[in-house]
């Protein structure tokens, strides 16, 4: 019993220090690192796919007045108020994809996806809120960006 209580207030005084430190430390007094794929990955996988709003099938990026990039904003969890951009290519000949956006911590997160050609908007999508947490990668449901071509 003495070992036990003895263990408990041996750890309180680093576990403070992480504490006021902004580090977490789990009862075993290892460090608790959200940003690794150590135990927690707070990674969103963003997928998307491109539709002609003239007849609604496929279209490539190339087709779609030449889309050049897939952007992530996303707002709320680790990141405040503020919108952080993941943007990502939009190869010529594809008419879908993912990436993955690395957060910096586990929360809910607004996401909308947006297609750019030369920096013009295309089209944008909302993906209302997705909760990140340490269960493993987690995914946004496949963005429809329609365009008009």
């Known amino acids: 019993m003495k070992a036990n209580g003895g263990t408990r207030r041996s750890l309180r005084a680093p576990m403070l220090l992480a504490a006021a430190a902004g580090i977490a430390l789990s009862a075993s007094g290892c460090i608790i690192d959200s940003s690794s794929n150590n135990g927690c990955s707070p990674d969103l996988t963003v997928s998307w796919f491109l539709t002609s709003n003239i007849d609604g099938f496929p279209i490539t990026c190339a087709e779609a007045g030449g889309a050049d990039t897939v952007t992530a904003w996303i707002d709320g969890g680790g990141l405040g108020a503020n919108l952080t951009a993941y943007p990502s290519p939009c190869p010529g000949s594809s008419d879908s994809g993912s ?11 607004d996401i909308t996806v947006e297609l750019t050609a030369a920096g013009t908007l295309l089209s944008e999508t909302p993906i ?4 990140v947490d340490c269960s493993g990668l ?5 963005a429809e960006l329609l365009v008009n071509f």
């Open 99 to 109: 990436f993955i956006a690395l957060l910096p911590t586990t929360g809910t997160y």
């Open 128 to 131: 209302l809120t997705r909760v």
């Open 138 to 142: 987690t995914s946004t449901p496949p």
